[in-house]
């Protein structure tokens, strides 16, 4: 972190900022190069010393997730330029805050010395939360470099399992006995120095690390200081395993107002702190990988990554999306006789199929939401797919009345408008039943539950849609 205050700006300006300082650079640099004289090269070889500094001085007096904002938004040569200029203080911040495509290429541009300075920045928790990220052949000489103290950290911190609370806690947790004073333990914080940033608490241990309760800081400040701690320390209070997850941590967090939770082993011993922090952190990377995942990206992409990167992520579900575009293309072509006595069917076909994939998604977010949160046990599975099959229903017969009405006004024909309503009613039900049943089916083949769902799901209802519709309207008004 910088040394000095810092005045929290909006990451937007701070981009705007290093884009007008790199344009009026790169217009410095041709004019000079233009009106360069006997000892030109020298003249631009100062003047490119002299922009770095600049460029140095504006990026370092950032905040690491800014610099990190800025990097995210800049192309690659202007982005290669900007990341040169990251002091190592920054560096490790900066690789954590990155999105993972990113991340990548900045790496790329690092050589091994270069790592192990940015790592020596960071503490063992986020060490360990880098560590994954590093090539492979690098992590060993990150390890070698550690203090046997940090090296600890960083080995139990990568044993707990992806998604588990374990996996996000902070290991350097400061914990108090009960039976000293209050006077004591503010003695100790002195000597220490420092708290976790973002705690409101402190866990309160027995000799073995047993968790006893917790001391929250507000009485440790205003409670007499002769007191002992057990006198005001919350003995209920509430606490997570390192082996639950983060999803039900989140609930925890939500149900209870936490800022942070201690985290203890099955036997009950301390192990460390988690805080809402990392939890947010978390689930907004998981939110955000999982509107990518509905898309058919299972790799978050550069903005500006190189055209062939960018195609080859997207390649595998735009072919599977030009699959089914090609099945209801095909589902259409089987009605064309109906289509050409009844022009009216062109017109209103698409209202079934877009009405009817709105509900599927619908449905979808919900169901992948759940699953994201562990809400949803296999239990509980059958009444989820009747439950949003009726919701279906009776949302097609609201909206199919509705149509149907509209499609009389404006067309005349009765037949035509009971064809809308039980089309529609029959779409919307098998959408939602569609958008229920494809994260579970995904999921139940040990897939991600939101990976191209929503592409599949948008084929299934226009196929299906267009298929209803005209099926119907072919049955009981075509000739």
């Known amino acids: 972190m910088p040394d000095q205050p810092q005045h929290v700006i909006n990451p937007a300006h701070a981009l705007q900022h290093v884009r007008d300082i790199l344009k009026a650079q790169t217009v410095e640099r041709e004019l000079a190069t233009r009106s360069a004289g006997p000892r030109?090269?020298?003249?631009?070889?100062?003047?490119?010393?002299?922009?770095?500094?600049?460029?140095?001085?504006?990026?370092?007096?950032?905040?690491?997730?800014?610099?990190?904002?800025?990097?995210?938004?800049?192309?690659?040569?202007?982005?290669?330029?900007?990341?040169?200029?990251?002091?190592?203080?920054?560096?490790?911040?900066?690789?954590?805050?990155?999105?993972?495509?990113?991340?990548?290429?900045?790496?790329?541009?690092?050589?091994?010395?270069?790592?192990?300075?940015?790592?020596?920045?960071?503490?063992?928790?986020?060490?360990?939360?880098?560590?994954?990220?590093?090539?492979?052949?690098?992590?060993?000489?990150?390890?070698?470099?550690?203090?046997?103290?940090?090296?600890?950290?960083?080995?139990?911190?990568?044993?707990?399992?992806?998604?588990?609370?374990?996996?996000?806690?902070?290991?350097?947790?400061?914990a108090v006995r009960a039976d000293v004073t209050l006077d004591v333990v503010l003695r100790w914080l002195r000597r220490r120095g420092h708290l976790p940033p973002g705690v409101d608490m402190l866990p309160v241990v027995d000799r073995t690390r047993a968790l006893r309760g917790i001391l929250r800081l507000d009485r440790l400040l205003t409670r007499p200081g002769d007191e002992p701690v057990e006198t005001h320390m919350q003995r209920d209070a509430v606490f997570l395993r390192s082996t639950d997850t983060l999803a039900d941590a989140a609930s925890v967090f939500e149900r209870y107002d936490l800022v942070a939770a201690p985290v203890t082993n099955?036997?009950?011993?301390?192990?460390?702190?988690?805080?809402?922090?990392?939890?947010?952190?978390?689930?907004?990377?998981?939110?955000?990988?999982?509107?990518?995942?509905?898309?058919?990206l299972r790799d978050e992409e550069d903005l500006f990554a190189p055209v062939w990167r960018s195609a080859r992520n997207r390649g595998l579900w735009l072919a599977l999306n030009l699959v089914t575009a090609f099945v209801a293309s095909r589902v259409i072509g089987q009605f064309e006789h109906a289509i050409t006595q009844v022009v009216a069917l062109a017109a209103l076909m698409p209202i079934v199929a877009a009405v009817g994939g709105n509900t599927g998604n619908q449905t979808l977010a919900l169901v992948i939401r759940g699953y994201a949160l562990n809400r949803i046990s296999d239990g509980m599975l059958r009444r989820l797919l009747l439950k949003e099959t009726v919701v279906g229903l009776v949302n097609g017969m609201v909206w199919g009345g509705t149509m149907a009405l509209v499609t009389l006004a404006v067309y005349g024909s009765p037949p035509l408008a009971l064809i809308m309503f039980a089309a529609m009613v029959l779409t919307l039900t098998v959408a939602a039943l569609a958008g229920a049943a494809t994260p579970t089916v995904l999921r139940a083949l040990g897939q991600d539950p939101a990976y191209g769902s929503a592409i599949l799901v948008t084929g299934i209802t226009d196929s299906l849609g267009f298929f209803i519709f005209l099926g119907l309207a072919t049955l009981f008004i075509v000739n």
Not at 101 to 117: I, N, S
Not at 270 to 296: I, P, R, T
Request: aromatic share 4%; proline share 5%.
């Open 40 to 174: 030109g090269q020298l003249q631009i070889d100062l003047l490119k010393r002299q922009q770095r500094g600049l460029l140095w001085r504006e990026i370092n007096r950032l905040h690491p997730a800014d610099i990190a904002f800025v990097l995210e938004n800049l192309p690659l040569d202007e982005r290669h330029a900007v990341w040169s200029q990251v002091g190592s203080r920054h560096n490790g911040a900066v690789l954590l805050e990155v999105n993972d495509a990113v991340r990548e290429g900045l790496l790329a541009w690092m050589d091994d010395d270069a790592v192990f300075d940015a790592t020596d920045h960071l503490d063992g928790d986020e060490i360990a939360d880098l560590v994954p990220e590093l090539p492979e052949d690098v992590v060993p000489g990150v390890m070698e470099r550690l203090d046997p103290l940090r090296r600890h950290r960083v080995e139990s911190a990568l044993a707990f399992p992806a998604g588990s609370v374990g996996s996000l806690m902070e290991l350097d947790a400061p």
């Open 266 to 296: 099955q036997h009950g011993q301390l192990l460390g702190l988690l805080k809402v922090e990392a939890v947010v952190d978390h689930f907004q990377a998981l939110g955000a990988s999982g509107l990518l995942s509905q898309a058919g």
